[in-house]
């Protein structure tokens, strides 16, 4: 750990006679009352561990019209490398950006990261990220496999915005996946799409370590605010047939998401489905959560979610010992910098 502290406040060092260098980050944290989901333990205090706490630096300097730029991020706790209670780098990438638009190289956001997860509820936290608290199954998301982008080891190139309105992105990364993405937006709405064209011995982007092959991958969100504080979201992905770390095959997936939200001053809230189905119709999994946000400040959020979860698969219900429904309660908040 100290070595690591050592090479963070090493690299903050070297990177501060750039122009312009800033550090930024967050702390968050849960706690929660998941008793039919976590082997009847009851009380849960853990940080949120798909936004876990972080810090960045990002570094920059213009000449001649291009700018020259690196980003370095690190995941406290449940970083994806290494995983455990350590420092896990999450980016470590240089960019170049000019007139044909931005190319950036190393370990960083794979195309189409972010493409499902268009939304203006302001509940990120408590319809998306704590969803993987649900259930003691392996797996990003736990019971629900939400389908999105990652991020490896990549070659990526970003356009800049076409007409004002949309833009692409693409990379390939070491084991020869192609992502491609599309992004578009204007007042009051958004829209995401991503494909990924697997190769057949790719690793999980989500997961390095995990030899297991991901499948070809496909996946969009819209959404839209409707006047007077309410906002709908809606997104879909599915993923083919893979295999997993043991090389079994594993039936691919499709995943559902609605979120119907109202955010009013310092306050959101938020009502969403989900749903989670295997190809081979043998397991499915739903779920509905009420969600509330309250912002007092910029820079600072506080969240709560309950949520009910139901399953028709024998082997899903593991997660919910035994039983093929649940529910949770959760609460926390995170302090940006």
Request: aromatic residues 10%; hydrophobic residues 35%; charged residues 25%.
């Amino acid at each position: 750990m100290k070595k690591t502290l050592l090479a963070v406040a090493i690299t903050a060092a070297s990177v501060s006679a750039m122009a312009d260098t800033k550090l930024s980050g967050f702390v968050s944290y849960r706690a929660g009352f998941l008793e039919d989901f976590n082997e009847g333990e009851g009380l849960s205090v853990d940080e949120q561990t798909n936004a876990s706490s972080r810090f960045r630096i990002l570094s920059s300097i213009e000449a001649n019209g291009i700018k020259y730029g690196i980003r370095e991020e690190f995941g406290l706790g449940s970083g994806r490398r290494p995983s455990g209670d350590d420092i896990g780098l999450r980016f470590n990438e240089l960019w170049v950006k000019g007139s044909l638009g931005k190319f950036s190289l190393g370990l960083g956001s794979e195309a189409g990261d972010g493409a499902t997860e268009k939304d203006f509820s302001g509940t990120y936290f408590t319809t998306n990220s704590e969803l993987e608290t649900f259930g003691n199954i392996p797996g990003r998301f736990g019971l629900i496999r939400q389908v999105d982008g990652g991020r490896t080891d990549r070659i990526r190139y970003d356009t800049h915005k076409l007409g004002g309105v949309a833009s692409l992105a693409f990379s390939i990364d070491e084991n020869e996946t192609f992502n491609g993405e599309i992004n578009a937006g204007g007042k009051g709405w958004a829209f995401g799409a991503f494909f990924s064209a697997a190769d057949e011995n790719t690793a999980d982007t989500n997961t390095p370590s995990n030899p297991a092959e991901i499948g070809d991958r496909f996946g969009l969100s819209v959404a839209a605010k409707l006047g007077g504080g309410f906002n709908i979201h809606a997104s879909y992905g599915e993923r083919d047939d893979f295999d997993n770390a043991a090389g079994v095959e594993q039936d691919g997936h499709e995943f559902l998401r609605l979120i119907a939200g109202y955010r009013t001053g310092h306050h959101a809230f938020a009502i969403d489905y989900q749903q989670d189905e295997d190809d081979s119709g043998s397991g499915e999994v739903e779920t509905v959560g009420l969600s509330y946000v309250y912002r007092p400040t910029k820079g600072v959020e506080f969240f709560a979610s309950v949520r009910q979860v139901e399953t028709d698969g024998a082997s899903l219900a593991s997660a919910l010992d035994g039983d093929d429904d649940g529910t949770g309660f959760l609460f926390g908040g995170r302090i940006i910098f």
